[in-house]
């Protein structure tokens, strides 16, 4: 599943993230509390994927990846202006991993939702 794929990705990013810092010659411990957070956070949000909370998790996981997004847009755009051209590939190679998961999950939402919908008028007949 892409969902566990990306959860791997997330890890790498933060490796990626941390030798960034490590070359710019400060402490990486702040990103790793970051990296664990948004660790924590994917591994929640696709926790959430399971049972009849399927569509706030897509909503948060496609809301969370876009997030992700403007972030890495504004960390290159930064690198850009002080001239650090690894910050910069690292954060663009991020940045793809997270626009094709944004794609992926944007590509789910329409079935996502029928299927979410069809599940509930079953569960209500089977209720009757
Ligand atoms: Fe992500």
Known sequence: ML?????EETKQQ???LEQCLDRMGEGSSTLKDAGGKIIAMGQSISGIFAGDEVMKGSLA????????IASYKMLIAAAGEIGDAGVQRACEEN?????????????RLGT???EFLRRDERDADSAK
Not at 95 to 100: K, V
């Open 95 to 107: 940045l793809r991993e997270e626009e094709a998961m944004a794609d992926w999950l944007e590509s």
């Open 3 to 7: 969902v566990t794929l990306h959860l």
């Open 61 to 68: 996981s496609y809301t969370f990846e876009h997030m992700e």
């Open 14 to 16: 933060a490796k990626r």
């Open 112 to 114: 996502v939702t029928s």
